[in-house]
């Protein structure tokens, strides 16, 4: 029997589990799932149905003869509802309708008439696997609980891809295991009756950005208040990141309007021209009811810190283990002022902007319009005109430009235009990369590029649906870490109503250079007061980055002393011990050694995890 070890926590937050048909040859293979501290949810027949780890406050359950469903996460739906839901299903299908419509973040799970359906949330925040085993097909939270089931070792190949700076949709969104599938998010999976049999089916499609910002407004405020309330309608005592920007003000803003009391916590940069307190301070003069805590800068983690002692069970490398040490670090003194629950303003870079991009298609939409807002973008990112040109002209399909990443992965990191208008960064491999990973990755690119589609045909919004996904994985891990650290955490602008009101907005009026935020401002007036709507920077933390490497050389350096990437052939670990000792090396300012260390912290924590577990 394989077991967790303890980092798989038990506590709100990190609700993970395995899914069953209604079969004995199902129930036998549950029984290899059930381990000590596992809850199991059973089928009308009394065989296991949902087997894994969860609180009580995060399943909502409702059956009607053998129909069941089961909403597991964050969602303010009552049972009634849901057992007039389960009566009423006559076909999987109609589930369609009722994921796109209930607000909050939940896997949700069907079994009727002998089938299962899963499904996650179309932000990727909530992911969906499945794998065979012992000839049955189980579908999964975690791609690892089914690796493990079947002692599987990472795919090398799948290692390499992940070297990648970055790995490009939709690579970054497979398993590390061959055998265990990965469904994607804008997918459900349907187990047939005989326990076999699978397919994909597609829940969620892009709203088209058509909306007048005029009309969102309302609708944007709506659906981030009700995404707000599902955390905070149960009262007590939650916290809010309050970093002064439009984001994270918006939530706290919110929280305040609900029934629980809020704690806000600050935390200033190093960097003298971080601007983060004066912005929290004039949100705080509005807010007399709030708490406000103010950590000391200088007590606060660097980047890199703690990486050589990260243990948790993940089930993928992120490049959030980086920012770990940054990210826990204050949540046991919000524990400790009664939180129950830490609110961030994360993703609302992602939804309340977009990207520019969009302006591709519109040059040749809104010519006169388009050339006015892209000298403006010239002029606010520093894009050479002669870039500019190139990027604009280039319309190749996204299958051809994945192609031709493939044999250009050796060259300088691309442009910040030809990101910025194209279907966004061209991976690269830096020195310390192997030739035979590159061999890998390029082969997965080039597999990759036969059949890839993009997320939608205007590499705008393709560009943005890749940049939320991206996102939410890392999310995903950070909420698994803060819920072991004990103070489980929610990001509200990732629940898919608010990124579908969002998304909805006319690009022209989501992205101008003239306005910073323009969605977030309209539809936060007479929320946030227009004294807080007014700020117009955002701390980078490049000071806390750049100090990071220099006061973690050593452990950066030890990181790579017995490396298991360079074990499987995958990196050079002498050249990785050079760079450790010249972290103010050209580019590693730009962040190019994440995906490496990401996918070292993550073997390494695989290899700790298994040693520690108890047996059974």
């Not at 909050?104 to 696997?129: E, K, M, N, P």
């Not at 265990?180 to 892009?206: I, L, N, Q």
């Not at 993928?316 to 949540?331: A, Q």
Request: charged fraction near 25%; charge should be neutral; hydrophobic fraction near 45%.
């Amino acid at each position: 029997m394989t077991e967790l070890h303890e980092s798989a926590g038990t506590g709100p937050g990190d609700a993970h589990f395995t899914v069953f048909t209604d079969r004995a040859d199902a129930a036998a293979v549950a029984r290899s799932f059930a381990h000590p501290g596992s809850r199991t949810l059973t089928h009308a027949s009394g065989r296991p149905w949902l087997v894994g780890r969860w609180h009580d406050g995060e399943v909502v359950t409702a059956s009607a003869g053998t129909t069941a469903l089961a909403v597991v996460g964050c969602c303010p739906v009552e049972a009634d509802e849901l057992r007039r839901r389960a009566a009423a299903l006559r076909d999987l299908a109609e589930l369609d309708a009722l994921a796109r419509s209930l607000p909050g973040s939940f896997h949700l799970v069907a079994a009727l008439d002998g089938r299962i359906r899963v499904q996650g949330t179309a932000s990727g925040l909530r992911l969906v696997f499945h794998a065979e085993i012992d000839g049955v097909r189980v579908a999964a939270t975690r791609a690892d609980t089914l690796a493990d089931a079947l002692h599987l070792d990472p795919d090398v190949e799948e290692l390499a891809v992940r070297l990648l700076w970055p790995a490009p949709y939709p690579l970054f969104e497979t398993s590390l295991w061959r055998a265990v599938t990965a469904v994607p998010p804008e997918d459900a999976v349907v187990v047939a009756a005989d326990g076999r049999t699978v397919r994909h089916t597609r829940w969620w499609t892009p709203p088209e950005p058509v909306r007048p910002l005029a009309h969102a407004a309302p609708l944007i405020r709506e659906a981030l208040r009700e995404a707000v309330d599902a955390r905070t309608r149960q009262g007590g005592t939650v916290s809010c990141d309050l970093s002064g920007g439009l984001d994270s003000t918006s939530v706290c803003f919110l929280a305040d309007r609900s029934p629980a009391r809020v704690v806000a916590s600050t935390w200033p940069g190093r960097d003298p021209a971080d601007t983060d307190l004066y912005w929290a301070e004039q949100a705080m003069g509005h807010l007399p009811d709030v708490e406000h805590v103010v950590w000391d800068a200088d007590a606060s983690p660097l980047v890199y810190e703690d990486l050589l002692g990260i243990d948790d069970l993940l089930d993928e490398p992120t490049i959030g283990v980086m920012d770990r040490s940054r990210v826990l670090h204050h949540l046991p003194g919000l524990a400790a002022r009664g939180s129950r629950l830490h609110l961030t303003g994360i993703g609302g870079d992602h939804v309340a902007w977009c990207s520019e991009a969009y302006y591709h298609r519109m040059l040749r939409t809104r010519p006169l319009f388009a050339l006015r807002q892209l000298r403006g973008f010239r002029a606010l990112w520093q894009w050479p005109l002669g870039g500019t040109a190139r990027a604009l002209a280039d319309s190749r399909p996204y299958r051809d430009w994945l192609r031709d990443a493939a044999g250009r992965l050796r060259d300088p990191l691309p442009s910040s235009v030809a990101t910025g208008l194209g279907w966004g960064m061209a991976p690269r491999l830096f020195d310390w990369v192997t030739p035979e990973a590159e061999r890998m990755a390029r082969r997965a690119l080039l597999r990759t590029a036969a059949t890839a589609a993009p997320l939608h045909p205007d590499r705008g919004m393709h560009s943005d649906l890749e940049q939320i996904r991206s996102c939410s994985r890392v999310i995903r891990q950070w909420d698994r870490m803060a819920a072991r650290a004990g103070l489980p955490m929610a990001s509200p602008f990732l629940d898919d109503r608010v990124i579908e009101a969002c998304l909805a907005v006319r690009p022209s009026e989501r992205v101008t250079p003239w306005r910073y935020k323009p969605v977030l401002g309209a539809a936060m007036r007479g929320i946030v007061p227009e004294g807080c709507l007014r700020r117009t920077t955002k701390a980078t933390a490049s000071m806390d980055a750049s100090n990071g490497l220099r006061e973690h050389r050593a452990d950066l350096l030890a990181l790579w002393e017995e490396s298991r990437l360079a074990e499987l052939g995958l990196v050079d670990g002498a050249a990785l011990r050079r760079l450790a000792r010249r972290p103010a090396s050209p580019g590693l300012s730009d962040a190019i050694l994440y995906s490496t260390i990401a996918a070292e912290v993550w073997l390494r924590g695989r290899s700790r995890g298994r040693a520690h577990a108890p047996r059974s």
